[in-house]
């Protein structure tokens, strides 16, 4: 069932376009069997649930973090997270590079931009993180490596308005990528319920869960 499910996802995602499996709720028997079917990306927005996931599966799986990333839980992470999703502050940007310069990597984000209506959503406002990426001061995190950017739009059946913010996130994108040496390549957007109008609007990564894993049941959080 879930193996099916992939397929059929990844037979609508248009080349250059992968896909996240978003396993957050779901036992690590559901990410196996994916794995067995050939997914190797998964997204949890746990720091504790995805350490778990992380000890008991294969270790060829790469790990994003797509959710709000606590400053005081990057250590937790920053051994094996192979992308972090929602960054949404220069100081945890700072973070993440003192954590990877501990344990000898460089760690791949995206940066969080705010486009949603609703106002309690994460991210960095546009003009804030246009003014962050001209004043040049990401190139001083020499351990990070900002490869684009992540958004969710408001959450609503309005298809206009969701196809408006995605745009929003992508002409963003388009700015910013001249600014970036050329290591802005990724755009995280579109989940579920849109991801069809996300890569009408340069999605490079899909986060989809329910619609793979089903439901999730928050009472059974690890
Ligand atoms: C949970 C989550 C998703 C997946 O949501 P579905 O609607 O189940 O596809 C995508 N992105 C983020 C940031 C999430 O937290």
Redesign the pocket.
């Known amino acids: 069932m879930i193996c099916e499910r992939i397929n059929e996802i990844k037979h609508t995602l248009p080349e250059g376009v992968r896909l ?1 499996a ?1 396993s ?1 709720y779901h036992p690590a028997s559901m990410i196996q069997e994916a794995y067995d079917g050939g997914q190797r990306i998964f ?1 949890e ?1 746990h720091v504790q649930e995805m350490v778990q996931k992380y000890e008991a599966l294969p270790k060829d799986i790469e790990w994003h973090f ?2 709000h990333l606590q400053t005081n839980k990057v250590k937790y992470i920053a051994p094996f997270v192979s992308l972090i ?2 960054v949404d502050s220069e100081h945890l940007i700072k973070e993440i590079d003192k954590q990877a310069k501990r344990v000898g990597r460089t760690i791949p984000i995206l940066l969080e931009v705010h486009v949603a209506k609703e106002e309690t959503k994460y991210g960095w406002a546009p003009d804030e993180l246009l003014r962050f990426m001209e004043s040049g001061a990401w190139r001083q995190y020499t351990n990070v490596s900002i490869t684009g950017l ?1 958004c ?1 739009a408001t959450n609503t059946d309005d298809e206009a308005l969701i196809a408006s913010e995605f745009e929003q996130a992508n002409q963003l994108f388009k700015h910013i990528t001249q600014l970036s040496d050329g290591r802005f390549k990724e755009r995280s957007w579109g ?3 849109d ?1 069809p109008i996300a890569i009408k609007h340069g999605a490079t990564l899909v ?7 089903g439901e ?1 049941d928050y009472s059974k959080h690890p």
């Open positions: 996240v978003v957050k997204g927005s797509i959710g999703h929602a992540m969710m989940m579920s319920a991801y986060r989809i869960g329910s619609l793979i894993f999730r």
